[in-house]
C-alpha cells in the first residue's frame, strides 16, 4: 500500500468502494467494529481491499494491512464475513506475531464481501446524506452473521434487516439514530447478538470565501480532514477550478448575493479571507445571518471593530449569539506564521468547533478520549 493510498479520508474510502461496486472486480471492506484499550484508530475507520490491488484507507498506523490484505483474500474465496481480533498489547501472550507494535489495544475487524447492497451507503454519502448501517457480527446462528439494515435519518427509517431477529430495530434504533447523526460507530450485545452500528455521516462542509495565496493550503488540509471544501471567489477574481484542485467546488458570485452562491446550514463552517475590507464587512453581515455555527474572519480584531462602526449609521447591530459564531482573529495559537502553519492553525480551531471540542493538550484530558454509547435501559 502506498502512502497516498494509506492516509486519505473517509470520503476518498468510500470513492474506492464505488470503483469497486462499478468494476468486474470484487472487493472486501474491513472495518473496526471494537477497540478495548487504546488505539490508532476508532470503530468505524474502514479500509477497502479491491482483489487487485492494495487497498484504500487504513484501520491500523500500518501494522496490521498487510494481515488484512492476506485475509481479505480468503473472505473473497469464501463468499462469506468474518470477524478478526487481534490483540496488540506489547507484553505477554498478546505479542503474538512478535510485532511488539504497543497499540495496547485489543482490535475487532470486520471483514466483508462487498455487494450491491453497499451502493445505498456511498450515494447517499456523495449527496451529503447521513446513513446508519446495522451489522449482525456475531451469533450462534451462523445465518444472521452479515445480516444488516439501513437506517435513514431523513425519514426515520429502516430498510432491509429480513434476517434480523424480532425486535432487534426497536432495541438498537435511539443508539443508530445517535451514531448517525454524530457519525461515529459502536458495538452492542444483544439478546445473545453482537450487533455493529455504523453512523456513515457525511462530510461537513468548509467554505473559503476568497481566492488569494493563502487559500490553497486550507482548501488542502480541510479536504484531507474529510470536509467537503468550497472556495467562493467575489467577483469572478481568480475563481477558477484549476488554481484550487482540493476543492471540490469553486463558486463566484458577490458579497452581497453570498447566500444565494451556498446552501449554508448548521452544518457549514466559513472562512471569510478577501482581505477586502468592503468585501468581508459585507459577507460576514450576510453569514451572520445563516445558521452557520462558525464565521472566521483574518485580521485583527481591531479589524472586526472598524466593520462594526461603520454598521452603525445602518443601525445593524450584532447579537451575543451573532457574535459567539464569529472568530476573529481566525485559528487556534499554535505559534506558527507560514502559510501551512496559518492554514493548519485555521483547519484546527474549524475542526474543534465542528467536534464540539475545547482544544487542550491530551495529557491534561482527564477519561475517555471518545464517548461510548449506551443502549436505552428501557428497551
Not at 48 to 72: F, M, N, Q, S, Y
Not at 261 to 275: C, I, K, L, S
Amino acid at each position: 500500500m502506498t502512502d497516498a493510498n494509506w492516509s486519505v479520508p473517509e470520503t476518498e474510502v468510500l470513492a474506492g468502494v464505488r470503483e469497486v461496486l462499478e468494476s468486474d472486480l470484487r472487493g472486501v471492506l474491513a472495518t473496526i467494529i471494537d477497540v478495548e484499550g487504546s488505539a490508532y484508530r476508532r470503530p468505524g475507520a474502514k479500509m477497502v481491499i479491491p482483489e487487485d490491488g492494495d487497498g484504500v484507507g487504513h484501520i491500523t498506523a500500518g501494522c496490521l494491512e498487510d494481515e488484512i490484505r492476506k485475509i481479505a483474500v480468503e473472505v473473497l474465496a469464501e463468499g462469506q464475513p468474518r470477524v478478526e481480533t487481534y490483540d496488540l498489547r506489547p507484553d505477554g501472550e498478546a505479542d503474538v506475531w512478535g510485532l511488539g507494535v504497543g497499540c495496547n489495544g485489543v482490535i475487532t475487524i470486520l471483514l466483508e464481501p462487498l455487494d450491491e447492497s453497499y451502493r445505498r451507503v456511498v450515494d447517499a454519502h456523495e449527496a451529503g446524506e447521513d446513513t446508519g448501517v446495522v451489522s449482525v457480527v456475531e451469533s450462534d446462528d451462523p445465518g444472521r452473521v452479515g445480516a444488516r439494515a439501513y437506517y435513514d435519518p431523513a425519514t426515520d427509517a429502516f430498510e432491509g434487516g429480513d434476517r434480523f431477529p424480532a425486535g432487534l430495530v426497536d432495541r438498537i434504533d435511539e443508539a443508530t439514530r445517535e451514531l448517525t447523526e454524530e457519525g461515529r460507530a459502536d458495538s452492542f450485545e444483544v439478546d445473545g447478538l453482537t450487533v455493529f452500528v455504523d453512523g456513515v455521516a457525511a462530510p461537513d462542509d468548509l467554505v473559503l470565501v476568497g481566492t488569494g495565496h493563502d487559500v490553497g493550503p486550507m482548501a488542502e488540509l480541510g479536504a484531507q480532514a474529510d470536509f467537503r471544501v468550497t472556495v467562493i471567489g467575489f467577483r469572478g477574481a481568480n475563481a477558477e477550478a484549476d488554481r484550487f484542485p482540493d476543492a471540490d467546488d469553486v463558486r463566484s458570485t458577490s458579497p452581497a448575493q453570498i447566500r444565494e452562491a451556498f446552501e449554508f446550514d448548521e452544518d457549514t463552517y466559513v472562512v471569510v479571507a478577501t482581505h477586502n475590507f468592503i468585501d468581508d464587512r459585507l459577507a460576514v453581515d450576510e453569514l451572520l445571518r445563516t445558521d452557520v455555527p462558525y464565521v472566521g474572519l483574518m485580521g485583527p480584531h481591531e479589524r472586526f471593530e472598524e466593520m462594526v462602526e461603520e454598521f452603525e449609521p445602518e443601525g445593524r447591530t450584532f447579537s451575543e449569539a451573532e457574535l459567539d459564531r464569529l472568530y476573529t482573529p481566525v485559528g487556534l495559537d499554535l505559534g506558527g506564521g507560514s502559510p501551512y502553519e496559518i492554514a493548519l492553525s485555521i483547519v484546527s480551531e474549524v475542526m474543534a468547533v465542528a467536534n464540539d471540542r475545547q482544544p487542550r493538550h491530551l495529557r491534561e484530558r482527564e477519561g475517555r478520549i471518545h464517548d461510548r454509547v449506551e443502549l436505552s435501559s428501557n428497551r
